[in-house]
């Protein structure tokens, strides 16, 4: 669990820090797919699937939604 939460730490501190020289679609893109991520994972978790092939689903999704939405926004 510690080994988790150092990496949770650093990846969140990466993004942060890398998304500042971002346009607002690649910004929109990387959200949503963390997003997409997080909440495939947690959906996957409860009804009792695999929460690395929720995750997967869940970024794909969400890194879609999220491009499609930076790309309104620089408009």
Not at 43 to 59: C, L, N, R
């Amino acid at each position: 669990m510690k080994r988790f939460l150092w990496f949770a730490a650093v990846l969140t501190a990466a993004s942060v820090i890398g998304c500042t020289s971002m346009t607002a679609k690649q910004q929109g893109t990387v959200s949503g797919a963390a997003i997409g991520a997080a909440a495939g994972a947690g959906i996957a978790a409860i009804s009792g699937g695999s929460g690395w092939t929720g995750a997967a689903i869940g970024a794909v999704a969400g890194g879609v939604a999220g491009n499609i939405k930076g790309s309104k926004q620089q408009k």
